[in-house]
């Protein structure tokens, strides 16, 4: 397994801002795709953004703009930034790492929460 932990997330008012990342902590981080999905309650798991080793952007439509996606080779972390929050970004976040390599090499973070709502 490749451990990712996830920090950030937690409660916003709309229009407001928040950071995640993820940190890959015994792999071999460069030669991993890394993604942010995330699901709604009641909703399919979406994704959100992705970045590759070499850097090449990914975003879903609706957070294009808004949403920041970027990586940290040295420091093995991956961040989302968001900002320009809406109630419909509501949802728990996952980080997400597959080998460039070996697609089945594909792991998940346990996720974490990001509410919009005044």
């Known amino acids: 397994q490749v451990p990712l932990v996830e920090s950030g997330g937690g409660s916003v008012q709309p229009g407001g801002s928040l950071s995640l990342s993820c940190e890959v902590t015994?792999?071999?981080?460069?030669?991993?795709?890394m993604a942010w999905y995330r699901q709604a309650p009641g909703k399919e798991r979406e994704l959100v953004a992705t970045?590759?080793?070499?850097?090449?952007?990914n975003y879903q439509d609706s957070v294009k703009g808004r949403f920041a996606i970027s990586r940290d080779n040295a420091k093995k972390t991956v961040y989302l930034q968001m900002s320009s929050l809406k109630p419909e970004d509501t949802a728990v976040y996952y980080c997400n790492a597959q080998n460039i390599y070996m697609r089945a090499m594909d792991y998940w973070g346990k996720g974490t929460l990001v509410t919009v709502s005044s």
């Open positions: 970045i590759t080793p070499d850097g090449t952007l």
């Open positions: 015994r792999s071999d981080f460069s030669m991993y795709d």
